[in-house]
């Protein structure tokens, strides 16, 4: 592991103060950074430690939502009961991530921010555009099972692999960020990248910026909401494609919809499409399969020395179809 | 670069200097002979250094040493005061939930942890509903202890184990 200096600031302002810095980087839960430490992924000259300095509580705010400071762990989140109540879709996202070790340490404003998954990312005897820039794409035609057919770019298919992420893109979470500037609120949607020309950015943030919360807006609709996981085992795997949901269904008609992808993308992946041709519309099978075609209408499914990934087309077909199906049984019975 | 830290595991405080780089396992294992939490892959998949880190179950393989200054630590042989045992390692010896046992610190560090967040109410992605008080059913053992791989597979008895302790048998 290359060497590197240890600062623990006072106070958030003096952590965005010194993380500016080249070569800096902000320590939240650590589960990511460390083992890209040890497997040479990550080579920072000065981890900023900021774990215990942002808020570690969920709060409600004026307008009906809730607020998670950053340092909320994924298990703290998960088992809040506003949570469970208002936002199943979310707290069934992060169950569904990790284990309950790295729960008990990960965090909400760490979770976001981990990185891929891609064996050749993680692997540094392999170029790989995301960790080296201009080096190229080892994945494209090597193993592509867990890599994108939304959003590619020829220099990265890369998946976003975070589950939590999928239900904040669904929920419209905003995403407080203080940086050497002061502070902004960027829309979760927006604050993943897609690869282009330049996969080496995984989000909007520049250095020194840190997420010092997640604000969750109020969604009535969102009490009837899931978030359903297809993996390679019943526990402890990644997605290969994960649907978020919220669903209102009055007399058999779909008042209003969110729905984000996850395994699908270098972020978090909202169907807009698939929303736009469901609002208004009938609540059946058909109509979710025809939402799903809309969605994928562009999708580019990856060759692979593994037999590539076109199987997650159909598979996010079935997983939508599946989690609307349950919804709307749950509304109308 | 170096740093001074203070960590208590198993009851015992301990100062020591530490490369910024040390995980907390290393410290633990190495500088401290504490020997309890396993180095399986060290990279936070297989769940063999599973202690109990400030009242939670965590992985020292995947925490900087410096960033856990003023930690409270309980490793499995901290559980129970010496030559007694704690429930829950009864009850891995009642059901034979090992073979090798290397797993098994982490194992039983795990399990005692699961208790305390079932009798918090805590849901896991096994619970059918979420807002209920979650039972202790095959289901739900394994998918909460599915961050502790054992490769000799004595899973089959580990589920029973943990639901002994939990005094559903």
Redesign the interface.
């Known amino acids: 592991?290359k060497?590197?200096?240890?600062a623990?600031p006072g106070d958030v302002a003096e952590a965005v103060r010194v993380a500016t810095l080249p070569g800096a980087v902000f320590?939240g839960g650590?589960?990511n950074l460390?083992?890209h430490?040890?497997l040479g992924v990550a080579r920072p000259d000065l981890?900023v430690?900021v774990?215990t300095l942002t808020s570690r509580e969920v709060t409600d705010t004026e307008d009906g939502g809730l607020r998670a400071g950053a340092a909320v762990?994924n298990?703290e989140l998960?088992?809040d009961?506003r949570v469970?109540?208002r936002y199943?879709v979310l707290?069934?996202a992060l169950?569904?991530g990790?284990?309950?070790?790295?729960r008990?340490?990960a965090t909400t404003g760490g979770n976001p921010l981990q990185r891929t998954r891609c064996v050749y990312f993680q692997d540094v005897t392999t170029p790989c555009n995301k960790r080296e820039p201009g080096t190229g794409c080892s994945a494209i035609g090597g193993t592509t099972r867990n890599h994108a057919v939304l959003g590619a770019s020829q220099a990265c298919i890369a998946t976003h692999p975070s589950d939590m992420a999928v239900a904040l893109a669904a929920l419209d979470a905003c995403v407080q960020v203080l940086g050497p500037t002061g502070e902004r609120t960027v829309p979760f949607t927006e604050l993943h990248r897609l690869p282009g020309d330049d996969p080496s950015r995984d989000t909007v943030l520049e250095q020194g910026e840190l997420i010092t919360a997640m604000g969750l807006p109020p969604l009535p609709a969102a009490r009837t909401s899931a978030y359903r996981k297809v993996r390679d085992r019943?526990?402890?795997a990644f997605a290969l494609v994960s649907v978020a949901a919220v669903l209102d269904v009055r007399d058999g008609v779909v008042q209003d919809v969110r729905i984000a992808l996850g395994g699908v993308a270098h972020k978090p992946w909202r169907a807009t499409r698939a929303e736009q041709a469901l609002r208004g519309g009938p609540a059946t099978p058909d109509a979710f399969a025809a939402a799903a075609a809309e969605e994928l209408a562009d999708a580019r499914p990856q060759p692979g020395i593994d037999g590539g990934n076109g199987f997650k087309v159909p598979l996010v077909t079935r997983t939508l179809v599946a989690t609307l199906r349950d919804l709307t049984a749950a509304q109308e019975g | 670069?170096d740093?001074e830290i203070s960590l208590r595991v198993d009851g015992q405080a301990h100062r020591l200097t530490v490369?910024?780089?040390t995980?907390l396992l290393d410290a633990m294992r190495e500088r401290l002979g504490v020997t309890s939490p396993k180095k399986g892959c060290?990279?936070?998949q297989c769940?063999a250094c599973?202690v109990l880190l400030d009242g939670?179950?965590?992985?020292p393989c995947?925490?900087?040493a410096?960033?856990h200054d003023g930690a409270e630590i309980t490793t499995a042989d901290g559980l129970a005061p010496p030559g007694e045992l704690h429930p829950v390692q009864q009850a891995f010896l009642d059901q034979d939930a090992f073979q090798c046992g290397y797993c098994t610190p982490g194992q039983v560090c795990?399990a005692v942890?699961?208790l305390d967040?079932v009798a918090?109410?805590?849901?896991?992605?096994a619970?059918t509903d979420?807002?209920a008080d979650p039972e202790l059913d095959h289901d739900e053992v394994?998918?909460?202890?599915?961050?502790n791989l054992c490769r000799c597979a004595a899973y089959v008895n580990i589920v029973p184990a943990v639901q002994q302790a939990g005094g559903r048998s």
């Open positions: 592991m060497p590197f200096d240890y623990r320590l650590g589960t460390v083992d430490l040890k981890v430690d774990r762990t298990s998960a088992a009961r469970r109540e199943p707290a069934q169950l569904a990790a284990t309950g070790q790295l008990n340490t019943a526990s402890y | 670069m740093a490369d910024t780089r995980t060290d990279h936070g769940g599973t939670e179950r965590q992985l995947l925490a900087l410096v960033a795990s942890a699961v967040e918090r109410g805590w849901p896991s992605h619970s979420l807002t394994s998918e909460r202890m599915s961050g």
